[in-house]
């Protein structure tokens, strides 16, 4: 009896790993290392080791009283979701020109070098003024680090602001992306390529003159090559675009948009792809940044599944709350969730109520969600008892704006521009467990998403209660359409 139960307990944890290796990858959510701490890695990459086949994700390392010049931090892990840290692989130096604590260390990318047996780490260095515009080159024997530092230098004696790398897979050369600064004279993307040592540029292959674009990287099938970028609206999210061409030479397409309009990319900046070439399917990820200027160290990271069309010579990114990726196949499933919405399965206290919305669930939206009297209470939430991701669906109608950029305005006379509301968010009305959502401006009608990672009871009887929380300019939270209920994480490494 013993050894039956033993084996059906093996065959089901079998068949459980065979269907699902990885974690699941949440975009927008507060990501955690085997540590228990936030992962701090932005704008970076994903190198892919070789010989192990293991991802090691690097970026620019932010801490709430150090969000510049805190070095480079380096995470690796096998599903793209687990990531262990591995501290700093390139750790600023006190009083060094260009590594210093005083000192942009942005954009960080690592290539491995065939011709050294070495890993190279370039990024964007500069000064804390942005008036050096340099590329910044540093090597290691070890992925993990620790990099030296060897040189900073100007592209063929260009500038060099929002710094890319792309690798072709086709024969391994690696080429540099950059824009050349806000100047007038720059507002350029170039494509320059490596030498084959990857420690030196050899030459401009393309340049995207003038269209004053940021945050590039590249996608190749095997057909095309897209790149793409952002515009420049510093911290705030804009449209990222996508250029289309055969080669790397061009002739480039006209830029188009790679997520529906006005959703700023599902509030996001792009800086880097990754094409993870499975045994069933390539998958394409699209890698950006989801900066929050008011806590740029708590910025979060939008990873979204790439759609290409060849025939259509179009691209988009997929959203997805929660995704199940499998590295092996290179397959990705949305993970199913359970919807509860603000219209049938919620009810308004104080001064928040319920109101007509075209747009929203069956036509009705929450609003009014004020401090925490006002607040709206989703009711017979079905839970498992284990953490389980938790999207709250919202529009926030602040208008963001370019209200502080040169030209701009906001949608609103005097209008002040506000990243995000704050709301909190209450299980089962245990204020001692409060959480706090972010939720960043949508536009009037578009309705986004932020997930968090909320215990629920086991059973159907949980209610989540939102209130607004002060985000520096006044106690609001955003509208609410829904919220939508995931089943907890199957990890096949989960302990039993
Ligand atoms: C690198 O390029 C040099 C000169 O073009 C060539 O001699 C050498 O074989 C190349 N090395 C590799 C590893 O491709
Ligand atoms: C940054 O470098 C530029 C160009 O050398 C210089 O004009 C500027 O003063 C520097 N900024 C700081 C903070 O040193
Ligand atoms: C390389 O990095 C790994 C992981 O951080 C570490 O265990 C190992 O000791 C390092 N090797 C060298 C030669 O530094
Ligand atoms: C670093 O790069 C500069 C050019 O930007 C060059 O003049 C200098 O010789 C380089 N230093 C080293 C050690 O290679
Ligand atoms: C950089 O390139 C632009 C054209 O893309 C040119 O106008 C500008 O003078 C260059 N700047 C430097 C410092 O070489
Ligand atoms: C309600 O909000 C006020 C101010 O916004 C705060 O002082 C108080 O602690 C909150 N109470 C609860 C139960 O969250």
Known sequence: MARLSNFFLTFASLLLAGRSTAKYIVPGGRWHDTDGKLISAH??????????????????????????????????????????????????????????PSNIIQRPKVVYSKASNEYHMWWHADNSTYGLLLQGFARSPNISGPY???NATAPMGNWSQDFGIFTDYKDGRSYSLYSNGDRKEGRDVYIASYNNDTTGLEKVIHRFDKYDLEAPGIIQTEKSYYALM????????NNVVAFRADSLAGPWSQPFTVAPLNTRTFSSQSGFNLRIKGS???????????????????????????????????????????????????????????????????????????????????????????????TVTFEGIEGTGQPQWVSFYYQNTDDM???????GSPDRIGGTWQLRRIASVVVNGDTSELETLFQRDTNKGVILSTPLLLTLEKGRKNTITVGGLFNGFDYKGADLDRIVVYPPEKSSRRAR
């Open 230 to 237: 952002s515009h420049k609206t510093g911290y705030r999210p």
């Open 148 to 150: 030296r530092f060897v």
């Open 280 to 374: 069933k399917k390539t998958t394409w990820l699209y890698l950006g940044d989801q900066w929050d200027s008011n806590s740029l160290w708590e910025s979060r990271y939008i990873w979204l599944p790439v759609d290409i069309d060849e025939q259509k010579k179009s691209l988009s990114l997929v959203w997805n709350d929660v995704y199940d990726l499998n590295i092996k196949t290179g397959e990705w499933a949305a993970v199913e969730g359970k919807s509860y919405y603000a219209a049938t399965n919620a009810k308004t206290s104080g001064g928040a109520f319920k109101q007509e919305a075209s747009f929203a669930s069956h036509g009705v939206i929450a609003t009014g969600i004020y401090g925490n009297d006002s």
């Open 401 to 407: 704006g370019y209200g502080d950029q040169p030209g």
């Open 43 to 100: 704008a970076g990459c994903v190198t892919v080791e070789e010989a192990t086949g293991k991802f090691w994700l690097f970026g620019e390392y932010k801490t709430e009283g150090q969000t510049e010049g805190g070095g480079v931090s380096v995470y690796s892990s096998d599903d793209l979701a687990t990531w262990e840290s591995h501290g700093l692989a390139l750790a600023p130096v006190q009083g060094h020109a260009y590594i210093a």
